[in-house]
């Protein structure tokens, strides 16, 4: 149970090689914030500093109020999931467990009842004398838990759990991790580089690019709401449509829309463009069929519009031919208008 | 390699007898000479059967040895060399053990200088420097002595580079995890690096025990007092009798003596030994 608030916080690699450029970010107690964005991005070092695996160049980290920027990872109260597992692969799943409450000298007692609670609540009971390599993935991944479990810290730490386990697997433990999260009311940070995974696990999401952080927000926010050209096109699949305004401008009724100033990128949603004239006031555009794609219950149709793709997302298979001219139709409070040069939104006052 | 063609299994074992037989052709004719009374194989007909002398022969050298070679009884030289393999072996795990761990896991200023200082000295085995570390173990008094016989052999460069390359196929994050769970540099060494070097430090243990075992030169070097031979240099002692013809027999008995230690601890640490060399824990 605790707060965690990251004051500034600044990574540097041999001199000026900024890894992480100043992040500021307050966890509530309980909250479970997803770390996401593509790869070489500052997210792992970030939880890494946030560990006490990595030296903080400067800025702070507090725990509970507590400045824990110098502490070493075993005084910080925190615990860690870790990508490979990390499983003492000499130790049994007991002694995996138990290895974290026996170096901080926790009475065998409490020991024996917090591995119980932990193997019941992760259904590993059976496999409690057994190694980790005799285990499946989807098991050493509850191990691992289990080991961040019985420690009962202020903070569970994730650095992409899942992205080792295949694809059924993953969704599987995704639900898991959650619920047990939700059960156990435990403070997280959770990175991952999946924007699924991001979105269906976050209560608050952290998009990070470049080092930087380029929104926080809930998922739904994020997703409804993106802060940047950067977000825009990272969350969400297929990603968000990005026209530039002078293409937008043939679009019949565009020009009559008001657009704030500076905006020359409009953004538009895959789900928010339909092929059917909608009820009420809406902008039409007129492009080519390009491609089909038919995944099941929807099909995602990419449609050519001077030059510029744009994917939406239509219910069922509609029967279109290569090449036909197709009108697109989208209402005006789907536009996500954006400036190029800062790659921020214009109709919001820029985020701090 | 699973395969089914009868004549490459025949060729296959046939070359193998073969290889088996003339490693173990010598080892046999010690063995039948060590059985023969002393003038069995001086009669240029070497014998291939068994002699009725095995007790006599094998009693005589481990309880009062061959006095007018001047060398004590077999069961002292096979203390000595058991405690200066023992030494050697057990010294230079712990030693390089702990240097590679340093080396790998610590971020100190000359690391990679130490690193390759280290391995530097494997270009120089005993023999080159045998001259200046003679003068060195002279000059602090252990001639004669199991420190003298021990302590120059122990630094190794080779056992440290192979634990060097075992630490680095240990993930890292088995070192965070253990930060995490609170364990300091002695803890993780003890509860996490030891026992999965388990299998290495067998393997070395085998073969370094031999390399001590087998250790000639530098016994011959530093023992005068005949309290400290070693049995692989007592056994050229034996064999070199000024006027007479050696006791081939009681040689023999010696040799077969001297090779039991080794064999005893290969055949114990066999299953380990294996697994070490081929199969990483992981």
Not at chain 1, 260 to 270: F, K, L, S, Y
Not at chain 2, 8 to 32: D, M
Not at chain 2, 95 to 122: E, G, H, K, N
Not at chain 2, 230 to 241: C, D, E, F, N, P
Request: net charge neutral; aromatic share 8%.
């Amino acid at each position: 149970m605790a707060t965690i608030n990251l004051v500034d916080l600044q990574k540097s690699y041999g001199g000026n090689v900024l890894a992480v450029k100043g992040v500021n970010l307050s966890v509530a107690d309980g909250e479970l914030i997803v770390l996401v964005g593509p790869s070489g991005c500052g997210k792992s070092t970030l939880l890494r500093m946030v560990a006490g695996l990595e030296s903080v160049t400067s800025g702070r980290i507090e725990i509970n109020g507590r400045d824990v920027a110098k502490a070493e990872p075993a005084e910080r109260d925190i615990a860690m999931v870790f990508q490979n597992y990390a499983l003492y692969p000499h130790m049994t799943v007991r002694g995996n467990l138990e290895y974290g409450l026996k170096n901080r000298g926790t009475p065998r007692a409490e020991i024996d009842r917090r591995v119980k609670e932990a193997a019941e609540i992760l259904e590993i009971g059976p496999m409690l004398d057994r190694k980790p390599r005799e285990l499946s993935g989807g098991q050493r991944q509850r191990v691992a838990m289990g080991r961040a479990i019985v420690r009962e810290p202020s903070a569970f730490l994730f650095d992409e759990p899942l992205s080792n386990l295949d694809a059924k697997l993953r969704v599987q433990m995704r639900v898991e991790i959650r619920k047990l999260q939700r059960r156990l009311k435990t403070t997280s940070l959770y990175v991952t580089h999946d924007q699924l995974e991001a979105m269906t696990l976050a209560d608050r999401l952290v998009v990070m690019n470049g080092g930087l952080v380029e929104q926080i927000g809930t998922p739904t926010e994020v997703y409804d709401r993106p802060a940047t050209l950067f977000v825009a096109s990272f969350i969400g699949s297929p990603p968000m449509n990005l026209i530039p305004v002078d293409v937008m401008a043939q679009a019949e009724g565009f020009s009559a829309l008001p657009l704030p100033p500076d905006t020359d990128i409009i953004g538009m949603r895959a789900d928010q463009l339909v092929i059917e004239p909608p009820q009420g006031e809406s902008i039409v555009l007129h492009g080519q069929v390009e491609l089909l794609e038919p995944i099941g219950s929807e099909s995602h149709l990419h449609v050519s519009l001077a030059g510029q793709t744009l994917v939406l997302r239509v219910p069922g298979r509609p029967d279109l031919a290569d090449g036909a001219t197709i009108k697109l139709y989208a209402p005006p409070s789907a536009m996500h208008p954006f400036n190029r040069a800062t790659g921020r939104r214009t109709d919001s006052p820029p985020q701090a | 390699m699973v395969e089914n063609r009868p004549v490459l299994n025949i060729l296959t074992h046939v070359v193998l007898i073969v290889g088996v037989a003339i490693v173990a052709f010598p080892v046999y004719l010690a063995f039948i000479a060590s059985t023969h009374d002393a003038n069995a194989f001086a009669r240029g007909l070497a014998p291939m059967l068994p002699g009725p002398h095995m007790i006599d022969n094998y009693a005589q050298m481990l309880t009062s040895g061959l006095s007018s070679a001047g060398a004590p009884p077999v069961w002292l030289m096979l203390i000595n060399s058991t405690i200066m393999a023992l030494t050697i072996a057990i010294g230079k795990i712990a030693i390089s053990i702990i240097s590679a761990y340093a080396i790998v896991y610590f971020r100190f200023p000359f690391r990679l200088l130490a690193f390759w200082m280290i391995f530097i000295t494997l270009m120089l085995p005993v023999e080159v420097r045998i001259m200046p570390t003679f003068k060195v173990v002279a000059d602090l008094g252990m001639l004669n002595s199991y420190a003298g016989l021990t302590i120059p052999l122990i630094a190794s460069a080779t056992a440290t580079f192979l634990f060097r390359q075992f630490f680095l196929t240990i993930p890292d994050e088995l070192m965070e995890a253990a930060r995490v769970d609170g364990a300091g540099p002695l803890k993780f060494f003890r509860d996490i690096l030891l026992p999965l070097s388990r299998t290495n430090i067998a393997a070395l243990f085998v073969i370094l025990f031999i390399y001590g075992w087998v250790q000639y030169l530098w016994p011959l070097l530093v023992t005068t007092d005949s309290r400290y031979y070693t049995i692989v240099m007592g056994i050229k002692r034996l064999a070199a009798s000024a006027d007479a013809d050696p006791y081939w027999n009681l040689v023999m008995a010696a040799v077969m003596l001297a090779m039991l230690p080794p064999v005893l601890v290969i055949i114990l640490m066999q299953r380990l030994f294996v697994k070490g060399l081929v199969e990483t824990e992981k």
